[in-house]
């Protein structure tokens, strides 16, 4: 079966970091993305990551141990407009395939 | 340079009507995907397609569901028959390639089943 959990809600202060973690157990592994997604709107990407270690886009970073079945992304300088839900996603099988997501980590940014 | 367009925004339909929901994908995408996110729940995937095939369907439920993605036009995603747990937001993915790193998202269809 396939399974990712993440935390369900945290809550930050402007100006701060956070680190969204995400543990997935699924039946194959062929990389794993972060999304953003503001309430009503679509999923936007952030970042994936198919190999160990650390992506860093500008502000955004995402991390990866696959031996662990583990992730995080890493929001540094919060800005108020990032309250928002991120969501991990495993693609478990190689090519095409749908992605399998947690249920989205609620990031709520405090003045 | 177009993303990924969906329609309608939203629909409302009554019970045992047909719901059509439609995803046209980002110009040089030939792959598509549609999940479903409920209230308070998870994306969930429902089905993959390439032009004119469906690849895998494996999210799908077995009954009054179905899509297609025609050589020509869009993808569509038809449920009949619609009953009240169907409401949800339906979201349209497109990729270039079938490995490809980065599926983007159409801004989805909320279904209303009433």
């Known amino acids: 079966g396939q399974n990712i959990d993440q935390p369900t809600e945290m809550t930050a202060t402007e100006g701060a970091i956070v680190q969204i973690n995400c543990t997935y157990q699924?039946?194959?592994?062929?990389?794993l993305f972060w999304y953003q997604q503001h309430a009503g709107e679509a999923p936007t990407f952030l970042s994936y990551?198919?190999?160990?270690g650390l992506e860093e886009k500008g502000r955004f970073s995402s991390f990866l141990s696959r031996s662990k079945g583990y992730s995080y992304l890493l929001l540094k300088e919060l800005q108020m407009k990032d309250s928002a839900s991120y969501l991990c996603?495993?693609?478990?099988?190689?090519?095409?395939?749908?992605?399998?997501f947690g249920k989205g980590t609620h990031l709520i940014i405090q003045p | 340079n177009a993303g990924v367009m969906q329609n309608p925004r939203h629909l409302v339909r009554r019970r045992g009507q047909e719901a059509r929901l439609r995803c046209s994908p980002m110009?040089?995408?030939?792959?598509v995907y549609w999940y479903r996110q409920l209230p308070e729940e998870g994306l969930k995937f429902m089905v993959y397609l390439q032009k004119e095939n469906i690849i895998d369907e494996s999210g799908m439920p077995k009954e009054r569901f179905s899509a297609e993605f025609p050589k020509e036009g869009p993808s569509i995603l038809r449920i009949q028959q619609v009953v009240r747990g169907d409401s949800a937001a339906y979201f349209c993915?497109?990729?270039?390639?079938?490995?490809?790193?980065?599926?983007?998202f159409g801004p989805g269809t909320r279904l209303t089943v009433l």
């Open positions: 993915a497109s990729s270039r390639t079938p490995g490809a790193n980065e599926q983007f």
């Open positions: 110009k040089g995408h030939s792959h």
């Open positions: 990551n198919v190999l160990d």
């Open positions: 996603a495993v693609r478990p099988r190689g090519g095409a395939d749908g992605l399998t």
């Open positions: 699924t039946s194959g592994f062929n990389g």
